[in-house]
């Protein structure tokens, strides 16, 4: 944490650290306030003495779903310093796995794969803390953490208690939840404190439910292959699509993807390519079909392809400070020196070109915190 001016007052509270230093996207100006909590009573602790004093909270885990302004955070970032993961109860082959919520999510995945667990593998190298995997019902490679999460223990700051939501309280949906629903200026009412999961000892093997991991597997979608392995191929495909953290590679400078796959009416085929990838996503409340769209594809045939960058004036051009992954589309990348301004200007240049293109408007998946796009 070089170059920062930070000073720490009586309420344990430090002022003056760069948000960039804290978020995947490495952009991101000063934090008023910032309070390390180390365990969940102290997180529970300054969350309450802030919301009393009716300043502004944010709540951060691993910073790799945020995005931060420029400006900075004009009141207290509490971060989730506290680790574990315990096995809480095992019955047969059901194994009940608590986490901690500043658990660093990958290394729990490792371990619950290192464990002989299954559920967890195929979210291998999401970056972030296990306590914001229910925010947006974390999802990869045709899982997300709804089918296997129990429950989450948490702090509502609305009721001034501690509480405990269940599966059906969360209310899942695509990169959805109730906790994600309940944000009111990036800080959302429910604050997860741990999360437990039912996952099982199957013998070291584990279902593959997407097609590009079956194949790189050698097996069909729907058969099994050995926990270790998928883990390991997980990765692979991920790392190649620069979706795994490395500092040493600005692909990954980023907040993942940034914007969902769109789910709209079946309707919409008619306005696309015949070879638009469209996979069914339910219905919706009148009984429409849905289908949901590769954001990647739309993006990438709207014109904007790998590496697209643009100039101070907003012109295209190569080797700007910030840019599309140059592996995938769906990523907007740091490039070394990029404000969260820069970030910004490439995705609603992208947006916008989609919908000129396209007719359908993307909707970014991070949390913005003060900005817009
Ligand atoms: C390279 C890369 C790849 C990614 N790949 C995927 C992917 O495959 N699938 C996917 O779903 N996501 C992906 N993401 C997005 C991100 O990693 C996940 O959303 C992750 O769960 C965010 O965790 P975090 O701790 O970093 O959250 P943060 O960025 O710290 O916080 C995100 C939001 O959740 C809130 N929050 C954080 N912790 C809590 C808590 N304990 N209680 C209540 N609110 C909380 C914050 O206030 C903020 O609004 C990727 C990101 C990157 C950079």
Not at 41 to 49: D, P, V, Y
Not at 110 to 132: D, H, K, N, R
Not at 157 to 184: C, N, P, T, W
């Amino acid at each position: 944490m070089s170059g920062r001016v930070a000073t720490t007052g009586s309420a344990g509270i430090t002022a003056g650290i760069r948000l960039a230093e804290y978020t995947t996207s490495r952009v991101g100006g000063p934090a008023a306030g910032w309070v390390a909590a180390g365990s969940a009573e102290k997180a529970t602790e300054a969350i309450r003495s802030i919301d009393a004093a009716g300043t502004p909270l944010l709540i951060l885990g691993g910073g790799s779903n945020t995005l931060m302004a420029d400006a900075g955070f004009p009141g207290t970032v509490v971060q989730l310093a506290f680790r574990g993961v315990e096995v809480l109860k095992e019955t047969g082959e059901s194994v009940h796995v608590r986490m901690a919520a500043g658990q660093d999510w990958d290394e729990a995945v490792a371990w619950t794969v290192a464990q002989g667990l299954t559920g967890l593998e195929a979210l291998s190298g999401i970056p972030g803390s296990a306590g914001a995997t229910p925010v947006q019902n974390v999802g990869a490679y045709g899982s997300d953490i709804s089918r296997t999460l129990v429950s989450v223990q948490a702090w509502d700051r609305q009721a001034g208690e501690l509480v405990e939501l269940s599966h059906e309280d969360l209310r899942f949906g695509y990169r959805d939840s109730v906790i994600k629903r309940s944000m009111l200026d990036s800080t959302p009412r429910w604050v997860v404190l741990s999360v437990d999961f039912r996952l099982h000892r199957s013998g070291s093997i584990a279902p593959v439910r997407f097609a590009q991991l079956a194949q790189a597997l050698g097996v069909d979608e729907g058969e099994s292959a050995p926990l270790e392995t998928v883990r390991h191929q997980v990765l692979r495909l991920r790392a190649g699509k620069g979706m795994v953290l490395d500092a040493q590679d600005q692909d990954t400078w980023s907040t993942g993807s940034f914007f969902t796959n769109p789910i709209l009416p079946a309707s919409v085929r008619a306005h696309l390519p015949g070879d638009a990838p469209a996979y069914g996503a339910g219905q919706d409340e009148d009984g429409e079909k849905l289908v949901k769209l590769s954001a990647a594809w739309l993006i990438d045939r709207a014109g904007f392809g790998k590496g697209f960058g643009l100039g101070p004036d907003e012109q295209a051009i190569a080797g700007a400070r910030a840019s599309l992954s140059t592996k995938h589309t769906l990523a907007v990348t740091n490039r070394g020196h990029a404000s969260t301004a820069d970030l910004l200007a490439i995705a609603r240049t992208v947006r916008d070109g989609v919908e000129a293109q396209w007719g359908v408007r993307l909707h970014p998946e991070p949390v913005l915190v003060g900005c817009v796009l």
